[in-house]
């Protein structure tokens, strides 16, 4: 049972986050991206914002949307196969349109402009020491479907990114389903979540990674809690970290996934073996990608893991962890929106110690 003085405690933490998002704009620090862009809208729509996000911080409402939108994924789930297949077609087709309908219009966002340009200049030219399984798969999109349609890079990449949206969405709703006497709904922690954007025809290299890392950690707390799926969590967590290196900021959770695999008696010899030559492929990966292979094309942009000149743009420079930072406060809203629920059902301390320390990673 919680207490009056824990449930104004609640109160008090989504407040003082939406004051971050209302005071953040009179810096005027281009660096705040993460939460500043209440700036571009007018007064009304900040007192809305301010005040739907202390609405949804209250247990009670929040709780009542949660359990409605468990209720209607656990429908579709139960549905005939035919019907089922029928209404996924539909929801297939519809987020499409969502996603390509309102698809940014412009290509210089973050890398944008860049990687639109590196798939149609050739093979030599894409990023393969910062993303290269998801500068492939662009690649083969746009030489096989891209240019087919009469895209250019850009357009191809929105058009990808409006597909794999669109099938990661059906993706969620047919795996990561919710337990009976859920506290949440995992449905609507991944649509709030920052990196849904990625799939509204944006044109840069995040949207692999993002799907990967959803299921990498979903299976993760798969096999924590249940003992199975150790493997699907290290296999993905492979691909996401080939699908772009930014997945390294996980990596600590990925090594502790496969400590406890290790030492899981239960088992198979060669499935922890399997583990551990995975970890070796993305070490030995990336080092040859990065340091051995891209240079060889002359490629400059070799500042991943370490400076080379003074002041540059790296993997533990001010300015790029300011961005981490910002991509946190961006994309984590959701996860703050769950704090109440994980205080006012206790859900942390249910938790096993290996979940726990999982989750902090």
Same mark, same amino acid.
């Given at each position: 049972?919680?207490?009056?003085?824990?449930?104004?405690?609640?109160?008090?933490?989504?407040?003082?986050?939406?004051?971050? *998002?209302?005071?953040?704009?009179?810096?005027? /620090?281009?660096?705040?991206?993460?939460? #500043?862009?209440?700036?571009?809208?007018?007064?009304?729509?900040?007192?809305?914002?301010?005040?739907?996000?202390?609405?949804?911080?209250?247990?009670?409402?929040?709780?009542? +949307?949660?359990?409605?939108? #468990?209720? $209607?994924?656990? $429908?579709?789930?139960?549905?005939?196969?035919?019907?089922?297949?029928?209404?996924?077609?539909?929801?297939?087709?519809?987020? *499409?349109?969502?996603?390509?309908?309102?698809?940014?219009?412009?290509?210089?966002?973050?890398?944008?402009?860049?990687?639109?340009?590196?798939?149609?200049?050739? *093979?030599?030219?894409?990023? &393969? /020491?910062?993303?290269?399984?998801?500068?492939?798969?662009?690649?083969?999109?746009?030489?096989? %479907?891209?240019?087919?349609?009469?895209?250019?890079?850009?357009?191809?990449?929105?058009?990808?990114?409006?597909?794999?949206?669109?099938?990661?969405?059906?993706?969620?709703?047919?795996? %990561?389903?919710?337990?009976?006497?859920?506290?949440?709904?995992?449905?609507?922690? %991944?649509?709030?979540? @920052?990196? $849904?954007?990625?799939?509204?025809?944006?044109?840069?290299?995040?949207? &692999?990674?993002? +799907?990967?890392?959803?299921?990498?950690?979903?299976?993760?707390?798969?096999?924590?809690?249940? @003992?199975?799926?150790?493997?699907?969590?290290?296999?993905?967590?492979?691909?996401?970290?080939?699908?772009?290196?930014?997945?390294?900021?996980?990596?600590?959770?990925?090594?502790?996934?496969?400590?406890?695999?290790?030492?899981?008696?239960?088992?198979?010899?060669?499935?922890?073996?399997?583990?551990?030559? &995975?970890?070796?492929?993305?070490?030995?990966?990336?080092?040859?990608?990065? *340091?051995?292979?891209?240079?060889?094309?002359?490629?400059?942009?070799?500042?991943?893991?370490?400076?080379?000149?003074?002041?540059?743009?790296?993997?533990?420079?001010?300015?790029?962890?300011?961005?981490?930072?910002?991509?946190?406060?961006?994309?984590?809203?959701?996860?703050?929106?769950?704090?109440?629920?994980? $205080?006012?059902?206790?859900?942390?301390?249910?938790?096993?110690?290996?979940?726990?320390?999982?989750?902090?990673?």
């Amino acid at each position: 049972m919680v207490s009056k003085k824990q449930n104004t405690s609640l109160l008090i933490w989504p407040a003082l986050f939406a004051l971050l *998002f209302v005071l953040s704009p009179l810096a005027d /620090n281009a660096r705040l991206w993460g939460i #500043n862009h209440l700036k571009f809208f007018p007064a009304a729509v900040i007192i809305i914002f301010c005040a739907a996000a202390i609405l949804c911080f209250i247990p009670q409402v929040s709780a009542a +949307i949660h359990n409605r939108l #468990n209720s $209607i994924q656990r $429908i579709y789930l139960e549905l005939l196969l035919p019907q089922k297949v029928l209404l996924s077609i539909i929801i297939l087709i519809g987020f *499409f349109i969502v996603f390509y309908i309102f698809r940014k219009p412009t290509a210089f966002l973050g890398d944008g402009y860049m990687r639109g340009m590196e798939i149609m200049r050739g *093979f030599g030219y894409l990023p &393969l /020491n910062t993303e290269p399984l998801t500068a492939l798969v662009h690649s083969a999109f746009h030489n096989s %479907i891209g240019l087919a349609l009469g895209l250019d890079g850009h357009g191809s990449i929105r058009l990808f990114s409006a597909i794999s949206g669109s099938a990661f969405i059906l993706a969620i709703l047919n795996i %990561i389903r919710p337990k009976q006497n859920a506290v949440f709904s995992p449905l609507l922690l %991944i649509l709030g979540l @920052g990196g $849904i954007q990625f799939y509204f025809g944006y044109v840069e290299s995040y949207g &692999l990674m993002f +799907i990967g890392l959803t299921f990498s950690i979903w299976y993760s707390y798969r096999y924590l809690s249940e @003992g199975r799926d150790a493997m699907k969590a290290l296999l993905i967590y492979t691909f996401t970290f080939f699908a772009h290196f930014a997945a390294i900021y996980v990596l600590p959770a990925f090594l502790l996934l496969l400590i406890y695999a290790l030492k899981d008696k239960a088992l198979p010899s060669w499935k922890k073996l399997s583990g551990a030559g &995975l970890f070796l492929i993305m070490a030995a990966g990336m080092v040859y990608l990065s *340091f051995i292979y891209m240079p060889s094309y002359g490629a400059e942009e070799r500042e991943l893991l370490i400076s080379l000149s003074p002041g540059g743009y790296w993997l533990f420079s001010s300015e790029h962890l300011l961005d981490v930072l910002n991509s946190l406060l961006l994309s984590g809203i959701p996860a703050l929106m769950l704090l109440p629920l994980l $205080i006012k059902k206790s859900a942390w301390s249910a938790l096993r110690n290996e979940e726990k320390l999982y989750s902090l990673l």
